[in-house]
């Protein structure tokens, strides 16, 4: 896989922008410089993120999202593999 994650991608498996497997690895954004861990959709080009607009919901069921502009970082989440850069799984003892 590529070590640069997608320009756009989307958490909603209709959009075209949808990628099991990328999401899969994990995908972490960083917007104006904040993490940011309820990302719905982002688009680094177009420099937006949509995040869901409290617990309001459409007709249909599916959260409303507002789309916020500012610079979007998108990175790869580390998975944490045990013993993997000299940590150690301490949670297996006895």
């Keep these: 896989m590529a070590d640069t994650p997608p320009d756009r991608l989307s958490l909603d498996p209709r959009s075209p922008h949808f990628d099991a497997d990328l999401l899969r690895r994990g995908i972490g954004i960083r917007f ?6 309820d990302v719905e959709e982002y688009s680094v080009s177009e420099r ?25 970082e998108p990175y790869f989440v580390d998975a944490g593999e045990p013993g993997r850069d000299g940590e150690e799984d301490v949670g297996n003892e006895g």
């Design 32 to 37: 104006k410089g904040r993490e940011r861990h």
């Design 48 to 72: 937006w993120i949509r995040v869901q607009a409290g617990k309001t919901v459409d007709r249909h069921g599916r959260p409303l999202t507002i789309r916020l502009t500012g610079e979007v």
